[in-house]
């Protein structure tokens, strides 16, 4: 079982940089690929950013060479630094840990981007 907790959310200028960061609780952190992903009102969640296990990262087109996803498998935490954040980033972000057909969700942090 692990329980993931997001932070880092919040109101900002487009233009600006945000760091949200994932905490997660339980074992064997370091087995699980880590994502994040993002839900917009009225849009599907889509996948944002995710780093496989070894590290491997993969990136959505539309944030490409603006957000970077890291972990820290000693502290159980997963990062997504973003910058030069646009009005179209606005959504609710959530953490996922994944492994084979095993998922867990965090509970989301919203961000939100002013043009």
């Known amino acids: 079982q692990v329980q993931l907790v997001e932070s880092g959310g919040g109101f900002v200028q487009a233009g600006g940089s945000l760091r949200l960061s994932c905490a997660a609780s339980?074992?064997?952190?370091?087995?699980?690929?880590m994502g994040w992903y993002r839900q917009a009102p009225g849009k599907q969640r889509e996948l944002v950013a995710s780093i496989t296990t070894g590290t491997t990262t993969t990136y959505a087109d539309s944030v490409k060479g603006r957000f970077t996803i890291s972990r820290d498998n000693a502290k159980r935490m997963v990062y997504l630094q973003m910058n030069s954040l646009k009005p179209e980033d606005t959504a609710v972000y959530y953490c996922?840990?994944?492994?084979?057909?095993?998922?867990?969700w965090g509970q989301g942090t919203q961000v939100t981007v002013s043009s």
């Open positions: 996922k840990a994944e492994r084979g057909y095993t998922a867990y």
């Open positions: 339980g074992n064997f952190f370091a087995v699980y690929v």
